[in-house]
């Protein structure tokens, strides 16, 4: 299984950016996939997920109404739309992959910096 993000980058404060995760070897419609970030000195954190067909989506508070996470599932690809950025939004972001039918992530891509700064 591989999980490969891009999309990462410089951005201004207020500014938008848009992550990709590319799956390879899995089924995708099967799996749950998740975005999580790791800003520097702190743990990795969940910040959205989405269900296996697309219908539900989850977001932790800080990013809600800012962030918007799809997938689209003939090209084994999930999203997540990042808008109106702030300099806390700076971390390595993750993505990965949790079967349906299970509690915990099984699958990590190897994170896409985004970096917030005028």
């Known amino acids: 299984v591989q999980l490969v993000e891009s999309g990462g980058g410089l951005v201004q404060p207020g500014g938008s950016l848009r992550l990709s995760c590319a799956a390879s070897r899995l089924t995708f419609s099967n799996y749950v996939m998740g975005w999580f970030r790791q800003a520097p000195g702190k743990e990795r954190e969940f910040e959205a997920a989405?269900?296996?067909?697309?219908?539900?989506?989850f977001y932790v508070n800080s990013v809600k109404g800012r962030f918007s996470i799809s997938r689209d599932n003939a090209k084994n690809t999930v999203y997540l739309q990042m808008n109106n950025l702030k300099p806390e939004d700076t971390a390595v972001y993750y993505c990965a992959a949790r079967p349906a039918s299970g509690r915990a992530y099984a699958y990590w891509g190897q994170g896409t910096q985004v970096t917030v700064s005028s």
């Open positions: 989405i269900s296996a067909s697309g219908g539900n989506t």
